[in-house]
T-cell receptor, first 111, second 112 residues
Framework: NAGVTQTPKFRILKIGQSMTLQCTQDMNHNYMYWYRQDPGMGLKLIYYSVGAGITDKGEVPNGYNVSRSTTEDFPLRLELAAPSQTSVYFCASSTLNYGYTFGSGTRLTVV | GQQLNQSPQSMFIQEGEDVSMNCTSSSIFNTWLWYKQDPGEGPVLLIA?????ELTSNGRLTAQFGITRKDSFLNISASIPSDVGIYFC????????????FGTGTRLQVTL
């Protein structure tokens, strides 16, 4: 029972580099989400998806892109990393009207 | 975006003490949730509240959905060291996609 799996767990990027944060879930959930968590702050929604082929912007989408080609996978892409994107990133999935299942997070540092 | 105000921001308590924290909103929401985040992990759902005035327990945890639908509180009785972590309230968007908005969290430290 893997739940929501995120890779990598840690990453250091240089300014201007790009990377993809991977997220996969094995619970057949339709809804998937990406949040970022800055120190002392709550979680802010970056992007979300209600099913394969459908994605939409959340509260803080600038500098990120997503795709949802399958029910299981919801990768988050950073094209030109900036120091402001230093954060902990959480992927989550859910069914309608139930609480989220979160992954264990990716800690990203941009230097 | 919607703001949830959680208080207190942090708490230092002794093992065995009871804890109370709350969360308020300027808007009405029909679903309130409480999550706990252990260090280095993602948040885990503790309690979900779906009806105004509802009081729900999960072991030593008790949460209430405020009658105005603008607030909720979480109580932890007889705290133990493993209660350490960050507690978040969250509300569900009334639109599609089941989006959640999270509070800024209450950091709980338990001393022996």
């Amino acid at each position: 029972n893997a739940g929501v799996t995120q890779t990598p767990k840690f990453r250091i990027l240089k300014i201007g580099q790009s990377m993809t944060l991977q997220c996969t879930q094995d619970m057949n959930h339709n809804y998937m989400y990406w949040y970022r968590q800055d120190p002392g702050m709550g979680l802010k929604l970056i992007y979300y998806s209600v099913g394969a082929g459908i994605t939409d912007k959340g509260e803080v989408p600038n500098g990120y892109n997503v795709s949802r080609s399958t029910t299981e996978d919801f990768p988050l892409r950073l094209e030109l990393a900036a120091p402001s994107q230093t954060s902990v990133y959480f992927c989550a999935s859910s069914t309608l009207n139930y609480g989220y299942t979160f992954g264990s997070g990716t800690r990203l540092t941009v230097v | 975006g919607q703001q949830l105000n959680q208080s207190p921001q942090s708490m230092f308590i002794q093992e065995g003490e009871d804890v109370s924290m709350n969360c308020t909103s300027s808007s009405i929401f029909n679903t309130w949730l409480w999550y706990k985040q252990d260090p280095g992990e993602g948040p885990v759902l503790l309690i979900a509240l779906y009806k105004a005035g509802e009081l729900t327990s999960n072991g030593r945890l008790t949460a209430q959905f405020g009658i105005t639908r603008k607030d909720s509180f979480l109580n932890i009785s007889a705290s133990i060291p493993s209660d350490v972590g960050i507690y978040f309230c969250a509300v569900r968007d009334t639109g599609t996609a089941s989006k959640l908005t999270f509070g800024t969290g209450t950091r709980l430290q338990v001393t022996l």
